[in-house]
């Protein structure tokens, strides 16, 4: 099992920053990806970024590219989202996922509890 706690969230004006956190731990050794989801009211989940633990290549959905950008820290398990010019649209819940792969088991994505994003006018 991965546990993930997100952090960050908050309301900020159009324009602005915010940086979430995402803190992943329990087996984390078989964590190989790592990424960021969001979901507006009425809307589905949408994909946002994500990084690949090994070597760090990234990935992000047309929407934030450009905008946002998707790290990792390998030593503290965690993956952090900058967010720059922050638009009403961003306005959302921001999930966390971890994919994880165990031989002889296969793969399973673990999510986190969400943090509310508010792009404000």
């Known amino acids: 099992q991965v546990q993930l706690v997100e952090s960050g969230g908050g309301l900020v004006q159009a324009g602005g920053s915010l940086r979430l956190s995402c803190a992943a731990s329990?087996?984390?050794?078989?964590?190989?990806?790592m990424g960021w989801f969001r979901q507006a009211p009425g809307k589905e989940r949408e994909f946002v970024a994500q990084?690949?633990?090994?070597?760090?290549?990234?990935y992000y959905g047309d929407s934030v590219k450009g905008r946002f950008t998707i790290s990792r820290d390998g030593a503290k398990n965690t993956v952090y989202l900058q967010m720059n010019s922050l638009k009403l649209e961003d306005t959302a819940v921001y999930y966390c996922?971890?994919?994880?792969?165990?031989?002889?088991?296969?793969?399973?994505?673990?999510w986190g509890q969400g943090t509310q994003v508010t792009v404000s006018s």
């Open positions: 990084i690949n633990w090994s070597g760090g290549s990234t």
């Open positions: 996922a971890a994919d994880s792969r165990v031989a002889g088991i296969g793969q399973s994505k673990y």
């Open positions: 329990g087996r984390t050794v078989t964590v190989y990806r």
